[in-house]
């Protein structure tokens, strides 16, 4: 299995300032017949399911505010939000699918809060 | 748009079973795999089965082999998870979840329902 950790545990910052969250994978999740990425972000609140955030590593969703950013290859990846807002407390996931469709598996979760 | 909701979940005693459903809507089930993830209190997210886009398929995490079972019926647009032999560590909100790719072969989870709780105790 593909083991996803995620680095901090938990980060405090503050409004307006930057928050980066790590995420290594034991094994390459970058696909080379394609040159993709198996690699996913998600936001989850309190009280609330998962939103997807990010896919193929940097790719965005429709919807997701652009201060919200991923990047990275192979096996360590960055998500970053650039300008901390009240509403982006959350825990953070990623979430590794090169490995589709034997298992999926996810980091171990990243709470993020303000400072 | 996109709406998943779960149902079926509750209080269980060890060796008990249960059904949960996800009733879809805003697409077809015919045309994206799907997916449960459960997440037990406090805790992070875990993979458990997923079926294929045309159903042919499905998928366990080893810890649930033999005892879950993923299906779907296309004429109610509703995906479902039989649990049996349920055990404490099976004490979770379960989520399903939609594919992100249509006909793909499993990707990313692009939506998600609100979930249901399994409380496995006597």
């Known amino acids: 299995d593909i083991v996803m950790t995620q680095s901090p545990d938990s980060l405090a910052v503050s409004l307006g300032e930057r928050a980066t969250i790590n995420c290594k994978s034991s094994q390459s999740v970058l696909y080379s017949s394609n040159n993709r990425n198996y690699l996913a972000w998600y936001q989850q609140k309190p009280g609330q399911p998962p939103k997807l955030l990010i896919s193929?590593?940097?790719t965005r969703e429709s919807g997701v505010p652009d201060r919200f950013s991923g990047s990275g290859s192979g096996t360590d990846f960055t998500l970053t939000i650039s300008s901390l807002q009240a509403e982006d407390v959350a825990v953070y996931y990623c979430q590794q699918y090169y490995s589709t469709p034997l298992g999926f598996t996810f980091g171990q979760g990243t709470k993020l809060a303000i400072k | 748009q996109v709406q998943l909701v779960e149902s079926g979940g509750g209080l269980v005693q060890p060796g008990g079973s249960l059904r949960l459903s996800c009733a879809a809507s805003g697409f077809t089930l015919s045309g994206f795999g799907m997916h449960w993830v459960r997440q037990a209190p406090g805790k992070g997210l875990e993979w458990v089965a997923s079926?294929?886009?045309?159903?042919?398929?499905?998928y366990y995490r080893d810890s649930v082999k033999g005892r879950f079972t993923i299906s779907r019926d296309i004429s109610m647009n509703t995906l479902s998870l039989q649990m049996n032999s349920l055990r404490g560590d099976d004490t979770a909100i379960y989520y399903c979840?939609?594919?992100?790719?249509?006909?793909?072969?499993?990707?990313?989870?692009?939506?998600w329902g609100q979930g249901t709780l399994v409380t496995v105790s006597s």
């Open positions: 193929w590593a940097s």
């Open positions: 979840a939609k594919d992100g790719i249509y006909h793909g072969s499993g990707s990313f989870f692009s939506s």
């Open positions: 079926i294929y886009y045309d159903g042919t398929k499905e």
